[in-house]
C-alpha cells in the first residue's frame, strides 16, 4: 500500500489574529516563546505587523518570521531568568539588519548567516520591513561547544556560508511536505552548523591548530563508530592514531568527555530511529544504537533529551 509523506507540523502565529493595539504585546510573546527571553521593542512607527511559521524536527527548532521594524535584546538579567543554552542561526531572507554580541557587530543582509550564543546578551535590531530564517540548536547536540569568536560573525551569501544557509533553507521548506526525509537529513544540518561555527570563529581547514584537527578527526571517527557497542576509548585513540592523553586534551577544549561524546551521538541515533521507525521495539533500538540494553537507553536518553524515549517517540509528528 502505498503511503504517502507527510509534512512536519508547524505552529503559525500572526498579529493579524489578535487586536491591533496588541499585536506587538502578543508578537513579543511569541518571539520569548519561540527563541529565547528577550525584551522586543517596536520601531518608531505604530503600526506593526509580524508572522511566524514555526516547526521542531528532533529536538531543532525552524522558524521563518517576517516582520516590520523591531529592537531585540537579550540582557544578562534576562539570561538569568531564562538559561537555555542553545545556538540560533539567524540567516537574512529579505531586508536588513544588524547583530551585536560578544564585542562584534554583524550587518545582516539577504543571503547573509551569523550565530547567536543565547548565554551572552545580544542585541538585533532591524530599522525596516524584514524576513529571516532562524535555526535553533541545542548546545549539547554540536561538537563545537564553546566556539570562541563564533557569534556575531557575517557568513556571508557567497562561499562556505552560502552553502549552510542554502541547505538550511531549503530542509525548512522540505519539512512542509515530507517529514522522514526532512529527519533523514537533519543530521547532516546540525554538521553544517557546526561546520558554520568552525568557520566563524576562524578555524578554516587551513587555519586550525594541530589540536582543532585532532578534535575534529575524533569527532568524525566516533560519529561513523558511534553504534558500535564495543568502542571505547582505547579504540578512538588508536583509531585516530594519537595516545589517549592527546585525545582526552583535544577533547578537553570543548568541555565534553569522550563518554558524553558517544552518548550523545547515541542519543541522536536513537532519536532518529523513534521517528523513522516507530513500531521499533527499545531494546532493539538500544541494540541498533550501541547501548547494552534497554535500561542503558533510558538513562543515557533522559540524560541528553531531559525525557524518556517512550515520551519522546509519543510525541512524533502523526503519534497518537
Not at 537533519?186 to 553544517?192: F, R, S, T
Amino acid at each position: 500500500m502505498h503511503t504517502f509523506p507527510r509534512p512536519v507540523p508547524r505552529t503559525v502565529w500572526s498579529s493579524a489574529d489578535v487586536d491591533t493595539c496588541d499585536a506587538f504585546a502578543y508578537w513579543a510573546d511569541v518571539i520569548c516563546d519561540t527563541f529565547v527571553g528577550v525584551a522586543v521593542r517596536p520601531g518608531p512607527d505604530g503600526a506593526f505587523a509580524g508572522r511566524i511559521e514555526h516547526s521542531v524536527l528532533d529536538g531543532i527548532g525552524f522558524a521563518e518570521l517576517t516582520a516590520g521594524p523591531q529592537q531585540v535584546v537579550r540582557t544578562r538579567r534576562l539570561i538569568g531568568r531564562d538559561p537555555e543554552d542553545v545556538f540560533l542561526a539567524n540567516i537574512q531572507l529579505r531586508g536588513r539588519g544588524r547583530l551585536e554580541q560578544n564585542g562584534r557587530v554583524a550587518l545582516l543582509t539577504p543571503g547573509t548567516m551569523a550565530f547567536v550564543d543565547s548565554t551572552c546578551p545580544y542585541a538585533l535590531d532591524f530599522e525596516d520591513d524584514f524576513s529571516q530564517l532562524v535555526v535553533k540548536v541545542p548546545r549539547s547536540r554540536l561538537a563545537h561547544r564553546s566556539p570562541a569568536g563564533a557569534t556575531s560573525v557575517e557568513l556571508g551569501s557567497s562561499g562556505p556560508g552560502r552553502v549552510i544557509a542554502d541547505f538550511l533553507v531549503g530542509l525548512n521548506r522540505m519539512q512542509g511536505h515530507d517529514a522522514g526525509a526532512a529527519a533523514a537529513l537533519l543530521p547532516h544540518a546540525v554538521d553544517l552548523l557546526d561546520t558554520g561555527l568552525a568557520w566563524a570563529a576562524g578555524s578554516t581547514p587551513r587555519e586550525a591548530s594541530a589540536t582543532a584537527l585532532t578534535r575534529e578527526r575524533i569527532h568524525r571517527f566516533v560519529r561513523r563508530h558511534a553504534t558500535d557497542p564495543d568502542l571505547d576509548a582505547a579504540g578512538v585513540a588508536a583509531g585516530c592514531a594519537v595516545s589517549r592523553r592527546t585525545m582526552y586534551r583535544a577533547l578537553a577544549e570543548d568541555g565534553e568527555s569522550l563518554t558524553e561524546l558517544i552518548r550523545r551521538l547515541r542519543v541522536s541515533h536513537a532519536r532518529r530511529l523513534l521517528l523513522s521507525h516507530p513500531e521499533r521495539p527499545l531494546a532493539a533500538v538500544a541494540r541498533a544504537c550501541g547501548f547494552g540494553g534497554e535500561a542503558q537507553l533510558h538513562r543515557a536518553f533522559r540524560a541528553v533529551t531531559g525525557m524518556t524515549p517512550g515520551a519522546f517517540r509519543a510525541r512524533r509528528p502523526g503519534a497518537r
